[in-house]
């Protein structure tokens, strides 16, 4: 059962879903980044089983910007690439990175005064957007972030002047990758591009390719891959003892 808690930040007030684990704390702490769906009841399935594991997860609805909204159909945002259209213009235009690591910093400081968090740096992991996200929180976070996931995550390394893999240099974490080998959002170039950035700067990182579709680990997708997404949990689990 999740808590819902309102955390404020420097552009209004994000709701986040807290899970804790079983037991009394304190637990290492999981911030957890969301993919481009928004918040729904696939994603408060997945921080529970972080919780059943002894971690304790903030999710965060990084699309408070866009006020409130119903959970998304995500098999029909898969099939219309009209609703595509409407989620990017109204809620993915509203966040970008620069928002995102304002946010990271409110809920950052929000984690370091749990009494059930242990201290420490935490962990970072995100699906579609939110992988990269989670890297770019782990590079403006260096400190704070020791360990970082990003799955099916899109856009890693573009031309763009926030494209993720330009932070390479500034990563002190732990860095794994699980990309889908079906994913025009992260092609084998964009795969060498980042991997090229990440070995120059001396980042210590797994990048593994999946053999299944762009959202593969959220069950509520149409892409869904059962044994793909129990891989990713041993792969998640593994980086989260390692650290």
């Not at 994913?183 to 593994?208: C, H, I, N, Q």
């Not at 579709?213 to 989260?240: N, Q, S």
Request: net charge negative.
């Amino acid at each position: 059962m999740a808590d819902m808690i309102d955390i404020a930040t420097q552009d209004g007030v994000c709701a986040a879903y807290v899970f804790r684990p079983a037991g009394p704390g304190p637990w290492p702490a999981v911030l957890f980044y969301m993919d481009g769906a928004g918040i729904r009841p696939a994603l408060f399935d997945m921080a529970g089983r972080l919780a059943d594991r002894g971690y304790y997860v903030l999710l965060p609805d990084l699309y408070y910007r866009s006020g409130p909204y119903a959970p998304m159909d995500v098999k029909q945002l898969f099939a219309d690439p009209a609703q595509r259209q409407v989620v990017s213009q109204q809620y993915m235009a509203k966040l970008g990175q620069a928002n995102a690591m304002r946010d990271t910093a409110a809920l950052l400081d929000h984690l370091a005064r749990q009494p059930d968090v242990a201290p420490g740096p935490l962990a970072a992991i995100g699906y579609c957007m939110g992988g990269g996200l989670a890297l770019a929180a782990a590079a403006s976070f260096p400190d704070r972030i020791s360990a970082v996931a990003a799955y099916h995550p899109a856009h890693l390394a573009t031309d763009a002047p926030d494209s993720p893999h330009l932070l390479a240099p500034r990563l002190k974490a732990k860095v794994y990758i699980g990309r889908a080998s079906e994913d025009a959002s992260f092609p084998d170039a964009m795969k060498d591009r980042l991997e090229a950035a990440l070995g120059a700067a001396g980042v210590t990182y797994t990048l593994e390719t999946y053999p299944a579709r762009h959202g593969w680990v959220p069950t509520d997708t149409p892409v869904h891959d059962a044994a793909a997404a129990e891989r990713h949990w041993e792969t998640l689990f593994a980086l989260l003892e390692s650290r």
